[in-house]
């Protein structure tokens, strides 16, 4: 019995070739359909502490937990690698409390306070959403995040990781960890410093001013707690000074001084002057320029302003300090010696700083 075709026989090797090229077309979708399926999904090592840990974490002994949470005692904590690898984690919301400082500022010092006194720290910006450091402690690697999700909730974690002593083991220990590095690395892990130009000087020398202390950055300047009051030291004034001063400290006699405090009193008339203008006494062992002081109580605060000349034509730096007093006239006049004390303190360490760092 013989079949027929469907098609005229002369046709059938242009047939055969439709079909081979619809089936070469569909081969690469099919491949990169199977490759997508295939492919794994990009292993998340900060958010999955199994995942960076590569062995499933236990509960901390109590030993492993020394650190964070004396103070913050509420953190989550997990280990792994023999108790090697540590994992702690806390979060709060930002509920906008009237602090003085907030609660991200406070962790991320505290976070810190393993590095030696005379280190350097990182500063608190109140315009980070999210940020990292990367510290050694001793022998001990250490890693901070803290991040602010889109409901206004922040999550810090801290990880520590103490090499193992065994060289193959410490080497692939070294590849987990750089994952993990390489991860918060992203540009999502970070926020650029947001100061401006004008700001930038000033920066080292709130860093220094702080040592240990917490502290917040934010547009204005540098928020800080002292003497049981919350302090502001501004950014650099915007503008040129009134008043000529000098560089050197021979150049200042008592009489244009007096002069100055004249000067400066006609430009603010209704405040009450507290310290008049002087000139301070710089430490023998800090070779500096003359730097300049004032403190008065105006709109309910102690204000202190500083004056630092510079060399040449470069114009004079001015920077404040305030403390706002209790209302009332009774709190205000028991308050007013140790806010006085306070913002004066502060300036004439801002003027060591800047001494330190830009002389």
Known sequence: MTRRLPFPLERLPAACAVVATLAMAAAPAHSAAASRRAAPARADVVG??????????????????????????????????????RRQSWSWSDDGAA??????????????????PTALRSVWDRRWTTQTLHMQV?????LLLLRRDAKGRWQATEWRWNPNPRPA??????GRWKLLMAAVAQPGFGTPDAGGAEAAPMRPVFRRLLGTRPGELGPEGLTLAAAGLCLQASNPLPGPSRLPLSYSPNDSRLEQRAAMHLQLSRQHPDVR???????????????????FLATWVEGGQVIGQLWIPQKGDAPVVRVRVGARLPKGPDKEAAALPAAKAAVEQELAAIAQQWAAVHE
Do not use: I
């Open 48 to 85: 999955d502490f199994q995942v960076l840990a590569q062995q499933r974490p236990w509960d901390c002994p109590a030993a492993a937990r020394a650190g964070l949470d004396a103070t913050w005692p509420d953190g989550q904590a997990a280990c792994a690698w023999q108790n090697r690898l």
């Open 169 to 174: 083991t410490r080497r692939w220990q070294e």
């Open 138 to 142: 001793g022998g001990e690697e250490r």
């Open 99 to 116: 602090a003085c400082l907030g609660t991200q500022a406070r962790w991320w010092n505290r976070a810190q306070a393993g590095l030696p």
């Open 273 to 291: 002057w507290l310290t008049p203008f002087k000139m301070l006494d710089m430490p023998a062992s800090l070779p500096s320029g003359a730097k």
